[in-house]
């Protein structure tokens, strides 16, 4: 009977660093093989995505939209029931991101930016469609309107955004909105060129501008929107609403309670009590919502 001899440690030890080592040469191998074939995956699709982008744009006439945008009109498909549009190489969902397209050349040519926020339709011509708006004060400098402002009268003007400076001369339509309507085509369009916003006190409007081009190869539009808000009316010190109150002092001043208002304007910042009629040099304090409350030694005081 012969005897069975079995592995020795060493020999064990020899198989186990021998594996060892061809689990390290294949997992880099087999990893690089499957990000090749995922980057193929990925640039295939986004080949497709954007020539059924493009076929969109010169259906619809649309500069700007997301995936989604092409899944819900059917161009392309979504990868599941959710609607998502999935990037192979992260998994990362890519429904929201933006496709914008531009003609140049008699052609269209579509071009994708990640984007992890679903923007509505206005925030995405806002952010990037063809035209932007700008307003500037009666002298014609260019104001900042993300705050109630101090002027009577602004224009509102738009002007192509960077890519898209060669289809200025192709505008066949603009149309203004937000307060009187105005409408020009290519026979007036300097008529167009700027939207005037006046008040005698206070106005909050949203000034809308759709800017039709024609190109060979049919109609592009794009919108944008921006908010006006302007207010000249003074705040004042509503009637009645002074309160002296002789029972609640501190160190011997008295309470004097009272409330300020704009009316519909912006609201009240700052206010100043003097014991002068002249608010120039006063020294001002931010106003609190409501009444106000201050504590006065006697005698006669004026609120700037």
Sequence with gaps: MKNKKGFTLVELMVVIVILAILALISVPIYTGIRE????????????????????????SGRVVFSIKTLIENGKISADNETGEYKDQRSERD???????????????????????????????????????????????????????????????????KTGYENLKENIKEILWTGGEERICNKENLEKCASYEIETTSVRNVK????????????????????EIKLDIEKPVVLDGSIILNNEVNTSGKRKVEF?????????????????NKTCQGASYKSASDGIQTEYLNDGTYYIC
């Design 36 to 59: 090749n074939v995922n980057n193929s995956i990925y640039e295939a699709k986004i080949k497709e995505l954007l020539t059924k982008a493009e076929e969109y744009a010169e259906e």
């Design 94 to 160: 890519m429904s929201c991101d933006v496709i914008n397209v531009k003609y140049e050349d008699n052609s269209y040519h579509a071009n994708l930016t990640e984007s992890d926020v679903c923007y509505e339709e206005e925030e995405l011509e806002n952010l990037y469609g063809m035209v932007e708006l700008y307003v500037t004060d009666e002298a014609g400098n260019e104001i900042d309107t993300t705050d109630w402002q101090k002027y009577q009268k602004v224009k509102v003007q738009y002007r192509m």
């Design 207 to 226: 000034v809308n501008i759709r800017v039709t081009v024609e190109t060979t190869g049919g109609e592009l539009f794009s919108s944008n929107s921006k």
């Design 259 to 275: 409330e300020l208002s704009d009316g519909s304007g912006s609201g009240v910042k700052e206010y100043s009590l003097v014991a």
